[in-house]
């Protein structure tokens, strides 16, 4: 993991760029290379400061901690008005961390160790709860289609009010996938086991766990350099996308949630090369879960608050086509209980086929 400290050169730079109005490419691409060490920064401590905690305590700072990058940029775009873009990284990271980075690893640890194999039975219930979660967050966008032009015609008088009931759609389900995410997290906890069902020993641990004192002021400097880096990226993102050619939309979902994503990144490829598929799995799948399970609902929730307009749970059609394609494949390679590097291949060629699909777009 340290390895990738080494981009925390990027982060004065992507600051003083920012302060001496630099061309917003170099903004943007400079403070998105400084995300990522800070973001491994920030799962460093969460998951020491866990270990130091026991299961119980440990799985609450994992679940508060463990997606906080993600969270911290999408409050900055969400502040900013930026409310496709905080989708599509939300997006980029759910099927970043079903495709690429599950893809990642099984190609990894498949070339390392040949066909290596993982407990089906957890692997498929997690899969098949990103699935489930992924459904239901594409029902506001399927009733939107529903009820906009096109419609059934008999709708009459709701058809003319169809955006604040798309509205009150989105906020219902929002508001059910978090007391949903709150009542598992709390039998979990209860049960002393993680949320997705892995057990302690399969954690790694190393022989060096930092202090809890070490823990906590590395997780507030790691939280304030986030913070910085993903303020600076947000301000920089419409000038660049327009430099560059690029929508803002394939920039969330193939850079910004990529960066964002970094630390679950190394560690699941990590751990797949030490031939670990439980542990790369829960890692892959769990952050997929709890991004879709638990983010997006409460970043709908918190828009009510935050930014100039509340942001209706409405994904557009490829960001539907990429969730559901994500989800649908992840569970359908867990379910024999075993991955090749072919597998592995298949994964990153899907992500890559969305990425070209989306570029286009």
């Given at each position: 993991?340290?390895?990738?400290?080494?981009?925390?050169?990027?982060?004065?730079?992507?600051?003083?760029?920012?302060?001496?109005?630099?061309?917003?490419?170099?903004?943007?691409?400079?403070?998105?290379?400084?995300?990522?060490?800070?973001?491994?920064?920030?799962?460093?401590?969460?998951?020491?400061?866990?270990?130091?905690?026991?299961?119980?305590?440990?799985?609450?700072?994992?679940?508060?901690?463990?997606?906080?990058?993600?969270?911290?940029?999408?409050?900055?775009?969400?502040?900013?008005?930026?409310?496709?873009?905080?989708?599509?990284?939300?997006?980029?990271?759910?099927?970043?961390?079903?495709?690429?980075?599950?893809?990642?690893?099984?190609?990894?640890?498949?070339?390392?160790?040949?066909?290596?194999?993982?407990?089906?039975?957890?692997?498929?219930?997690?899969?098949?709860?990103?699935?489930?979660?992924?459904?239901?967050?594409?029902?506001?966008?399927?009733?939107?289609?529903?009820?906009?032009?096109?419609?059934?015609?008999?709708?009459?008088?709701?058809?003319?009010?169809?955006?604040?009931?798309?509205?009150?759609?989105?906020?219902?389900?929002?508001?059910?996938?978090?007391?949903?995410?709150?009542?598992?997290?709390?039998?979990?906890?209860?049960?002393?086991?993680?949320?997705?069902?892995?057990?302690?020993?399969?954690?790694?641990?190393?022989?060096?766990?930092?202090?809890?004192?070490?823990?906590?002021?590395?997780?507030?400097?790691?939280?304030?350099?986030?913070?910085v880096m993903s303020e600076v990226l947000v301000g920089s993102i419409e000038e660049a996308s327009e430099a560059i050619g690029l929508s803002q939309f394939f920039i969330g979902v193939?850079?910004?949630?990529?960066?964002?994503?970094?630390?679950?990144?190394?560690?699941?490829?990590?751990?797949?090369?030490?031939?670990?598929?439980?542990?790369?799995?829960?890692?892959?799948?769990?952050?997929?879960?709890?991004?879709?399970?638990?983010?997006?609902?409460?970043?709908?929730?918190?828009?009510?608050?935050?930014?100039?307009?509340?942001?209706?749970?409405?994904?557009?059609?490829?960001?539907?086509?990429?969730?559901?394609?994500?989800?649908?494949?992840?569970?359908?390679?867990?379910?024999?209980?075993?991955?090749?590097?072919?597998?592995?291949?298949?994964?990153?060629?899907?992500?890559?086929?969305?990425?070209?699909?989306?570029?286009?777009?």
């Amino acid at each position: 993991m340290s390895r990738l400290y080494f981009l925390s050169v990027f982060i004065p730079v992507a600051v003083a760029l920012e302060l001496t109005d630099a061309p917003a490419t170099a903004v943007f691409f400079t403070s998105a290379l400084g995300l990522i060490p800070t973001a491994v920064l920030m799962s460093d401590a969460t998951e020491h400061l866990a270990a130091r905690s026991g299961p119980g305590i440990g799985g609450i700072v994992n679940v508060t901690f463990g997606n906080a990058p993600e969270l911290i940029i999408a409050f900055f775009a969400l502040a900013e008005g930026l409310q496709e873009v905080v989708k599509a990284s939300l997006v980029g990271s759910v099927i970043g961390n079903s495709l690429l980075v599950l893809g990642a690893a099984m190609f990894a640890g498949g070339w390392k160790n040949g066909r290596q194999t993982f407990r089906r039975e957890p692997a498929e219930r997690v899969a098949t709860l990103l699935l489930a979660v992924c459904v239901v967050l594409v029902l506001p966008a399927l009733a939107q289609v529903t009820l906009g032009e096109g419609g059934l015609p008999q709708i009459g008088e709701l058809r003319h009010h169809y955006e604040g009931w798309i509205e009150a759609v989105s906020l219902v389900v929002a508001s059910g996938l978090v007391v949903y995410y709150v009542i598992r997290l709390t039998t979990a906890i209860r049960d002393r086991r993680g949320i997705f069902d892995v057990d302690e020993e399969d954690l790694e641990r190393g022989e060096d766990v930092w202090s809890v004192r070490r823990s906590v002021a590395l997780l507030a400097v790691a939280g304030v350099l986030v913070g910085v880096m993903s303020e600076v990226l947000v301000g920089s993102i419409e000038e660049a996308s327009e430099a560059i050619g690029l929508s803002q939309f394939f920039i969330g979902v193939f850079v910004v949630g990529i960066a964002g994503n970094a630390a679950e990144h190394w560690v699941a490829v990590v751990v797949a090369i030490k031939d670990k598929m439980d542990l790369s799995l829960n890692i892959a799948l769990g952050s997929s879960v709890q991004i879709a399970m638990f983010l997006v609902p409460v970043l709908v929730l918190a828009s009510l608050v935050v930014g100039p307009d509340p942001m209706a749970l409405v994904f557009n059609g490829y960001e539907v086509l990429a969730l559901v394609v994500a989800a649908a494949i992840a569970r359908f390679v867990t379910h024999g209980g075993h991955s090749t590097r072919n597998e592995g291949a298949l994964l990153i060629g899907v992500y890559l086929a969305l990425g070209v699909l989306f570029f286009l777009a």
